[in-house]
């Protein structure tokens, strides 16, 4: 499958060049533009239970688009939600963990459950439901601002701010962790940490949102 990301790295958009009979899943809302002979089908996200749990636990849309193209191919563009790059992740049986938000769309014989991380879950923008992905096929996440990829080697840790955590295999291990001492922990403005251990990619986001939450509301009038 052919695919570009253009305009990178602050508001990218991804452009599928799809051949006759190829298909890509996408999250609802994020069809830019469409060209060519394709066809559109909505399903629930996994089914009606799993949809409705997605819903529920991280507010997202319980549909999920597929695209088809019919003979003569098509094209067609998808952007996220929020300003920031997309990458691609192939899936060869494998797993991956990604925030919720982070995802934008696949393609093959790729499947997803919601993944429950408990008090450990508090990672990349709060959230304590991730979307674990797996298969064979491909994944397109995307981040705010641009992304980062460690590869991690077998006992080889790293430790990342919880907020710019985006994905991560899922034979990679992790903890959370305070940042350094309680001075720093509370007046440092890290707080929560996570420490990764290979082996596997961790994905990182270069900007965070409850930032430039905080920027934004100092201009906007108190009542």
Not at 91 to 96: D, H, K, T
Not at 127 to 154: H, P, Q, T
Not at 160 to 176: E, K, R, S
Not at 197 to 202: D, L, N, R, T, Y
């Amino acid at each position: 499958m052919r695919y570009e990301v253009e305009t990178s790295p602050a508001y990218s958009v991804l452009k599928v060049l799809l051949e006759s009979g190829e298909s890509i899943v996408a999250e609802a809302g994020a069809m830019m533009a469409m060209k060519g002979n394709i066809e559109v089908q909505t399903k629930t996200a996994g089914g009606i239970l799993k949809g409705l749990l997605r819903k529920l636990a991280a507010g997202e849309s319980i549909f999920l688009n597929t695209f088809t193209a019919r003979e003569g191919g098509g094209i067609i563009w998808l952007a996220p939600s929020i300003p920031g790059d997309i990458t691609y992740i192939q899936l060869r049986g494998n797993g991956l963990l990604v925030q919720d938000t982070g995802y934008l769309a696949h393609h093959g014989a790729v499947d997803y459950e919601l993944n429950w991380r408990g008090i450990r879950g508090l990672l990349a923008e709060g959230n304590i439901i991730w979307l674990r992905l797996y298969g064979d096929g491909g994944v397109w996440v995307n981040s705010y601002g641009g992304i980062i990829c460690k590869e991690l080697g077998v006992g080889e840790t790293i430790i990342v701010d919880n907020n710019h955590l985006v994905a991560f295999d899922d034979t990679v291990t992790f903890n959370i962790k305070k940042f350094g001492g309680w001075k720093s922990f509370l007046f440092g403005g890290e707080g929560l940490v996570v420490e990764l251990k290979g082996p596997g990619k961790v994905y990182m986001q270069t900007r965070i949102l409850p930032l430039l939450a905080e920027v934004i509301n100092r201009f906007l009038p108190k009542k």
